[in-house]
């Protein structure tokens, strides 16, 4: 298993995200706006923790149900913040009640545009 997807955590990050300005929510994946460094390391950080722990409950027994490393980048950022859609709704049974509740252990967090123009983590 790879240990980080990075790339895929950032994009769901970013496509999932808004900025509101002048009373309009626009999505950061549509803003001329780049990530922090600070942000990208705390986004690095996580992930990788988090398919350290995701590495434990993979199984001979649930491997043909166990999701890619890009769609446990991509659910680890929405269930963690929330959002409509993660673990919990890909029909994984208990690995997806295992993988929703390691979420937990995160928290949420939040992309925030910065004065300077560079997306920030909060």
């Known amino acids: 298993m790879k240990t980080s997807n990075l790339s895929d955590y950032i994009e769901?990050?970013?496509w999932s995200s808004s900025h509101s300005e002048n009373g309009e929510?626009?999505?950061f994946d549509q803003m001329d706006a780049s990530l922090s460094t600070k942000a990208i390391k705390q986004m690095n950080e996580d992930?990788?923790?988090f398919m350290e722990l995701v590495t434990l409950l993979r199984t001979d027994e649930n491997e043909s149900i166990f999701p890619s490393d890009s769609q446990i980048a991509h659910d680890f950022w929405l269930t963690r913040n929330g959002h409509g859609a993660g673990f919990w709704d890909r029909e994984l049974g208990d690995l997806g009640d295992e993988l929703t509740a390691l979420c937990?252990?995160?928290g949420p967090c939040?992309?925030?545009l910065g004065d300077d123009g560079l997306i920030y983590l909060f």
């Open 47 to 49: 992930l990788s923790g």
């Open 110 to 112: 939040d992309l925030e």
């Open 12 to 14: 769901c990050a970013l």
């Open 25 to 27: 929510d626009i999505p």
């Open 104 to 106: 937990e252990h995160y």
